[in-house]
């Protein structure tokens, strides 16, 4: 089969012919139906992931139909159409116990230890799978894993309330887009924050208000309190992010455009100001389950930059690059 590639740390990927997968005991192969590409392939393709095996199949964000079954993966038949989370728990430790495997000691990353995505087939741990039913598209399906469901996640972090105001940073990207159509349909007031007027009317169809620039805290307080702010950009928009929070604000911090730079806090602002800044470790099966039930719902539509094949994921690249696009780049093999 066709896949993507990286041969060693820092040194890109090659479009290869590789052997078809085949499953071990506790796993299954799917037949891709959409990958998708996301800044995190950027950052391993520059060596940030240190856990990276090599060679490794690139991409880590799938939905598939189930082709082989291994003898102990149960409770899936062929047929089903899957989603994968973005790593593989053991399934039996404490805090998989819990619901809680994102926290998984014993975890493995697709991408990282396991191979990816970007192939026209992929073993995938049973672990780590989650049924999705015939209501949800391919499209909204695969944003679940990286995008919608770890948005949900961090929201339930958050404990966002009803009628609560969910302030977006780098809302026309393919998290900023769909994290927008999380908070409202878990009832909130969305403020998206963008750069050019051109992506502000697009954004419009989904968010409440849109702020232009990158002095947005002033006009969004003008707005009214914002308690939660989702900032997928990072060290560019964080400093404006937490001016705009009110008492008792939640920062959900997703975007790190550049992980070398750092951010100086003002403890004393956190402190006074009763202000939770939130990671994002990636969403669990109950947060995918969830995710996918408002997607079926049409409570979230996906936004759909492109759609390449395998050949052309050099072109996949320089769209998610492209600052005038908005929403996630998708790969049909
Ligand atoms: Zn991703
Ligand atoms: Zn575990």
């Not at 393709?45 to 102990?72: A, C, D, S, W």
């Not at 409770?75 to 994102?102: N, R, W």
């Not at 408002?294 to 994921?313: C, F, H, Q, R, Y």
Request: aromatic letters at 6%; hydrophobic letters at 40%.
């Amino acid at each position: 089969m066709k896949a993507v590639v990286v041969p060693g740390k820092q040194k890109g990927y090659r479009i290869e012919e590789v052997s078809d997968p085949i499953p071990g005991k506790d796993e299954v192969v799917i037949r891709v139906n959409r990958a998708a590409l996301c800044y995190r392939d950027l950052l391993q393709l520059q060596g940030f992931y240190p856990r990276m095996k090599y060679p490794v199949i690139l991409g880590h964000e799938v939905v598939g139909t189930i082709e082989q079954i291994g003898e102990n993966a149960k409770g899936f038949k062929e047929g089903d159409k899957v989603i994968s989370l973005l790593y593989a728990p053991d399934g039996t430790c404490h805090y998989c116990q819990m619901g809680e495997e994102a926290y998984c000691h014993s975890r493995v990353g697709y991408s990282e230890e396991l191979d990816g995505f970007f192939a026209e087939k992929a073993k995938v741990k049973v672990t780590s799978i989650v049924k999705v039913g015939t209501n949800v598209p391919d499209e909204g399906a695969v944003l679940v894993p990286c995008v919608t469901g770890m948005v949900y996640r961090s929201l339930r972090r958050a404990k966002l309330q009803k009628g609560e105001t969910v302030l977006v940073t780098g809302a026309s990207g393919g998290v900023g887009i769909h994290a927008i159509q999380v908070a409202k349909a878990l009832g909130a007031k969305v403020i998206g924050v963008t750069t050019s007027e051109e992506k502000a009317a697009f954004i419009r169809k989904f968010a409440d208000h849109v702020i232009v620039g990158s002095k947005f805290s002033e006009e969004a307080k003008k707005i009214g309190d914002v308690n939660v702010v989702i900032d997928t950009v990072g060290t560019p928009t964080i400093d404006e992010s937490l001016k705009s929070l009110w008492m008792g604000g939640r920062l959900v911090q997703i975007g790190n455009v550049d992980p070398t730079q750092i951010y100086q806090l003002r403890l004393g602002y956190v402190i006074l100001k009763d202000i939770a800044i939130i990671g994002h470790a990636s969403a669990t099966k109950r947060d995918a389950e969830e995710t996918l039930k408002l997607t079926g719902e049409g409570k979230i539509n996906p936004v759909i930059a492109a759609t390449v094949g395998l050949d052309e994921i050099d072109k996949g690249y320089e769209i998610l690059k492209d600052k005038h696009k908005i929403g996630k780049v998708l790969v049909k093999p």
